[in-house]
């Protein structure tokens, strides 16, 4: 952890070229999936041209989660092998397609699993994009700051997505809520994965990494065992495999609260003075989501000095469950937008320290391949809890016995991180000393 003055080396890390060109590569595409992911939620879910269910509502976060889980297994030896800069442009270039092809699908009023594959391809490679990205970062900041710039750079980023989920729906407003203004209002996702492209391009060749290639000859074999290699890595480091568990639950009672918000804006919850039920009600919740995102990229780092990482964790599990049960389980709308403050705050508290200990604690030959086991575990999490609750939940959101569960899963999550973080292992040095760019 680095002991300087905090802001001083953000600043520093801000005037690094190399660092402000893969954090503005980030920033634009993370714009774009904001857009693109608010565009498709609006098409999907808030369409009057369109009746949508608990179900299928499931179904649409499956299309935007589970891609990484489908090709995590694949794309981390990828990231190992190929040019990461050479990744990060051409995986923009076919994302920008993918959107297109998404696009034209809801203006032709396509739906089901038409539209869910374009989408879960447009997802992947966005998820492969957002792994590549955070493999690289370590090249081109020193090895002392990685944690700070993994929390600038993944906190900013998140913000940016959040703006972007607001474009969207001020574009909505401009283009209509039906499928052709659905559509329009999409397409503007293209434009930031064509700006990463650019701004991806501009780096040197190799200078993203990976420095050291522990592939085999054929790609195939190289791929095939991606996933296997990813566990093994992160087994043998106890603080990424604790740090999994806590996230993996978090994640898990996050999924089940998330669809349930979702069917609360659209089925129960009234307009209530400046609070909004409907798509501008979920604007707010993303919105009081991205505050808290930012905010906890603000502390993160001095959280962890001042109280060390296990109690950092640990605490914000705490929150997230008093949160959920105090916040949460009344649903009231106004409490709903402090309670989604509250559990994304902590949340990312916990993911920073999860991505912080996969760029320190893994050697940079198998840091691609753990990060895409991280994202596809993640993610499979999330859509697990979110469709079993599907199953279970009431129509209109009310099902107060799922924000029990919830609330119990952030508390299983603070025994297993304790359980895990106690097993001895022997972690990775770091064999590759990374390289300014």
């Known amino acids: 952890m680095v002991r300087v003055g905090e802001r001083g080396q953000v ?101 089901g699993i038409g539209l869910f594959s374009l989408a879960l391809l447009a997802e992947g490679i966005s998820r492969f994009i957002g792994s590549g990205l955070s493999a690289a970062l370590p090249h081109v900041v020193e090895p002392r700051a990685v944690v700070s710039a993994n929390a600038v750079a993944a906190t900013l980023g998140s913000a940016i997505a959040v703006v972007g989920g607001g474009c969207a729906i001020g574009l ?10 659905s559509a329009e209002t999409t397409a503007f996702a293209a434009a930031g994965a064509l700006v990463s492209a650019l ?3 501009r780096f040197a060749k190799g200078v993203l990494g990976p420095t050291v290639v522990d592939e085999p000859t ?11 290699d990813g566990a093994r890595h992160a087994w043998r480091a106890p603080r990424v495999t604790a740090g999994f568990v806590a996230l993996f639950a978090h994640r898990a009672a996050y999924g089940i609260s998330l669809l349930l918000s979702v069917l609360l804006m659209r089925n129960y919850f009234a307009d209530d003075g400046i609070f909004r039920a409907g798509l501008p009600g979920l604007g707010q ?13 603000l502390v993160t780092a001095r959280l962890i000095r001042s109280l060390g990482r296990t109690q950092a964790v640990l605490g914000s599990l705490l929150v997230s469950a008093v949160a959920q049960a105090a916040l949460g389980l009344p649903m009231l709308l106004p409490l709903a937008l402090i309670a989604s403050f509250l559990i994304m705050g902590t949340g990312q508290v916990v993911k920073l320290s999860v991505d912080s200990s ?8 198998a840091r691609g391949r753990v990060f895409a086991l991280y994202d596809t575990l ?6 697990a809890a979110v469709s079993l609750a599907a ?11 799922l924000m029990v569960v919830a609330t119990a899963l952030y508390l299983l999550g603070g025994a297993g991180y304790l359980l895990a973080r106690r097993r001895h292992g022997d972690s990775l040095p770091q064999t590759v000393e990374p390289k300014r760019g």
């Open 285 to 297: 919740l993303v919105a009081c989501a991205g505050a808290g995102i930012l905010v906890a990229g």
């Open 218 to 228: 054929n790609p195939v074999v190289a791929v095939a065992r991606g996933l296997a």
């Open 172 to 181: 909505r407003a401009v283009f209509g809520s039906g499928d052709v203004g």
């Open 199 to 201: 701004l991806a391009h």
């Open 11 to 111: 600043r520093g890390l801000v005037r690094d070229p190399s660092f402000r060109r893969l954090l503005f590569t980030r920033f634009a595409a993370q714009w774009g999936d904001g857009v693109f992911r608010a565009g498709l939620a609006g098409a999907v879910l808030f369409n009057p041209e369109r009746a949508t269910d608990p179900l299928a509502i499931a179904e649409g976060f499956a299309a935007l989660l589970l891609p990484y889980s489908l090709v995590g297994p694949f794309a981390g030896a990828l990231l190992d092998r190929w040019d990461r800069r050479r990744v990060l442009v051409f995986a923009n270039l076919g994302r920008a397609v993918a959107i297109v092809a998404s696009v034209v699908a809801v203006g032709a009023g396509v739906g």
């Open 378 to 383: 993640f993610n499979i999490t999330q859509v």
């Open 391 to 401: 199953l279970f939940v009431k129509d209109n959101g009310y099902s107060p016995e």
């Open 358 to 365: 996969v760029q320190l604690d893994i050697a940079d030959e």
